[in-house]
């Protein structure tokens, strides 16, 4: 069993997540009222889930309305960052921000959107067939783009290395994370310069990064190696291989920096690490779901995908999208079980957010262009909200504040 000492007072950060209370600066007044957390389940001492997960379907319900938050969408095809009113479900902007834009944060005093570009062309997973031919990479186009949160203009393109996909930033706010994987690096990225100071050599396939809250070691998820690198902040040795279930995507601690959570995609689980020692602890299957075909047809199933993740405020729950399963698990960390599956969610949901008061989750939906609004209380998809293109990552911004 995990035992957790959560800080409620640090925000939490995600490698398709960031979310900070601000003044507000922004003329777009959102309405939602956040709800209470789901009361905590039972707790299990078994490392693997046994339980079987409850299908839920979305609520018919209007959305309850939202106080003060802005959630921003990264559009990989169209090369926008889509500005939300999950109050309304409009959207109120979108910002062009370069090519095929996907991980994405907000700075840690709200005033800067930080978002990963990439010139490297879209491509699918390896099918074991021979590789399409795809167009010639655009290194041009690769960088962190930087917006301005009070204009919502870009207002520069920072180094990174090639083909940028997710980062993270330094508890400090002076250094960028950067997962470049097609020359399988990670790249440190001096913020106030826009240059690249130190380049890491780590495994296949870097794709997750997540700097541990102590801001002392930083990992990153290599899926074609299978395996999670834990590199040091100081002296950027590498610490670590920890070898995880197939192609491992997304990262995330716990505020005490002592546990980390893995979500393999093909393993269709999430690996439990403790990130002292730096050696797997665990690993959470996820079952099939159920995914309904249409209002008539009978239910079919589909392997869970695990890919981005996020944990509540205080730690207890983690939130895990399931890709082509349409679907987010609801995890106990504690007991470390599956305690309820959210269906219906949108097709192939990749990022995803959270409140900062952990009533309302947001999730990025590939394939049906839109993002999802979902209680934690009920496990109810409150709304779909349109965005086109094709949304990869999720920002969200607290601005509760009076101007």
């Known amino acids: 069993m995990l035992h957790m000492t959560p800080s409620a007072q640090q925000p939490r950060r995600d490698a398709h997540v960031c979310f900070l209370p601000r003044v507000s600066r922004s003329p777009f007044a959102l309405l939602l009222v956040a709800t209470s957390l789901a009361a905590a389940c039972g707790q299990s001492s078994s490392s693997t889930s046994t339980s079987t997960p409850t299908a839920t379907q979305p609520s018919a319900a209007p959305a309850p309305a939202a106080s003060g938050l802005h959630v921003f969408a990264t559009d990989e095809t169209q090369g926008n960052v889509v500005v939300l009113d999950a109050g309304s479900g409009e959207v109120v902007e979108r910002i062009p921000v370069g090519k095929r834009p996907r991980g994405v944060h907000v700075s840690a005093d709200g005033a800067l959107l930080y978002v990963a570009l990439s010139g490297s062309p879209i491509a699918g997973p390896p099918t074991g067939r021979s590789e399409v031919k795809l167009p010639p990479p655009d290194r041009s186009a690769d960088g962190i783009g930087v917006v301005d949160l009070k204009s919502h203009k870009l207002l520069?393109?920072?180094?990174?290395?090639?083909?940028?996909?997710?980062?993270?930033?330094?508890?400090?706010?002076?250094?960028?994370?950067?997962?470049?994987?097609?020359?399988?690096?990670?790249?440190?990225?001096?913020?106030?310069?826009?240059?690249?100071?130190?380049?890491?050599?780590?495994?296949?396939?870097?794709?997750?990064?997540?700097?541990?809250?102590?801001?002392?070691?930083?990992?990153?998820?290599?899926?074609?190696?299978?395996?999670?690198?834990?590199?040091?902040?100081?002296?950027?040795?590498?610490?670590?291989?920890?070898?995880?279930?197939?192609?491992?995507?997304?990262?995330?601690?716990?505020?005490?920096?002592?546990?980390?959570?893995?979500?393999?995609?093909?393993?269709?689980?999430?690996?439990?690490?403790?990130?002292?020692?730096?050696?797997?602890?665990?690993?959470?299957?996820?079952?099939?779901?159920?995914?309904?075909?249409?209002?008539?047809?009978?239910?079919?199933?589909?392997?869970?995908?695990?890919?981005?993740?996020?944990?509540?405020?205080?730690?207890?729950?983690?939130?895990?999208?399931?890709g082509r399963a349409q679907a987010v698990a609801v995890i106990d960390v504690a007991s470390r079980r599956v305690l309820q599956t959210i269906t219906g969610v949108g097709a192939r949901p990749w990022g995803i957010g959270i409140s900062p008061d952990g009533a309302t989750l947001f999730t990025a939906n590939g394939r049906s262009e839109d993002v999802s609004v979902i209680s934690t209380a009920t496990g109810a998809v409150e709304r779909r909200l349109k965005t086109g293109g094709s949304p990869w990552g999720i920002a969200v911004l607290a601005e509760s504040r009076a101007k």
């Not at 950027?236 to 979500?263: C, N």
Request: charged share 25%; glycine share 8%; hydrophobic share 40%.
């Open 156 to 322: 520069r393109t920072m180094q990174s290395g090639q083909d940028p996909e997710s980062f993270d930033i330094s508890p400090d706010g002076k250094t960028a994370y950067v997962s470049n994987e097609d020359a399988a690096e990670m790249t440190v990225l001096d913020i106030a310069a826009g240059t690249i100071t130190k380049r890491v050599k780590v495994g296949e396939e870097p794709e997750g990064v997540r700097v541990r809250p102590d801001g002392k070691v930083v990992y990153v998820t290599c899926e074609g190696a299978n395996e999670v690198v834990a590199i040091d902040t100081a002296t950027y040795a590498v610490l670590a291989h920890m070898k995880m279930g197939g192609r491992p995507r997304g990262i995330e601690f716990t505020r005490d920096s002592r546990w980390a959570f893995v979500t393999n995609e093909s393993g269709s689980s999430v690996t439990v690490v403790d990130a002292t020692a730096h050696k797997t602890a665990g690993t959470m299957a996820i079952a099939m779901v159920d995914v309904p075909k249409s209002a008539t047809a009978e239910a079919s199933q589909a392997a869970a995908l695990p890919m981005g993740l996020v944990l509540s405020p205080d730690d207890t729950r983690l939130y895990v999208t399931l």
